[in-house]
């Protein structure tokens, strides 16, 4: 079974820095994208950030200039960061890994980490 274990959640203060980490269980390369997604308190889910296996980024406007994701295949563990943090960062942050094949997309999902941006 897949596992996504994700690391670095805590405590920052506005305008700082903080990284997160993914290890997965199995190779990352062998998943077509691994992305990071978050969760605020009574909102939904919302995409973060992704990276393809071919290392295309793409990335959620709201974070666009602040996050830089990234992935080392010989760890099997893909990275966070992002500086100028704001409280509205502030949210449960989900790693995730998607596979993709004929018959659809399939999800794998972390547990989450708890990021708090203190203003």
């Known amino acids: 079974q897949v596992q996504l274990v994700e690391s670095g959640g805590g405590l920052v203060q506005a305008g700082g820095s903080h990284g997160l980490s993914c290890t997965v269980s199995?190779?990352?390369?062998?998943?077509?994208?691994q992305g990071w997604y978050r969760q605020a308190p009574g909102k939904q889910r919302e995409l973060v950030a992704t990276?393809?296996?071919?290392?295309?980024?793409n990335y959620a406007d709201s974070v666009k200039g602040r996050a830089t994701i990234s992935r080392d295949n010989a760890k099997n563990t893909v990275y966070l960061h992002m500086n100028s943090l704001k409280p509205e960062d502030t949210a449960v942050y989900y790693c995730?890994?998607?596979?993709?094949?004929?018959?659809?997309?399939?999800?794998?999902w972390g547990q989450g980490t708890q990021v708090t941006v203190s203003s």
């Open positions: 995730n890994a998607r596979s993709v094949s004929w018959s659809g997309a399939f999800d794998y």
């Open positions: 990276i393809s296996n071919d290392d295309r980024t």
């Open positions: 199995t190779k990352i390369a062998d998943y077509n994208a």
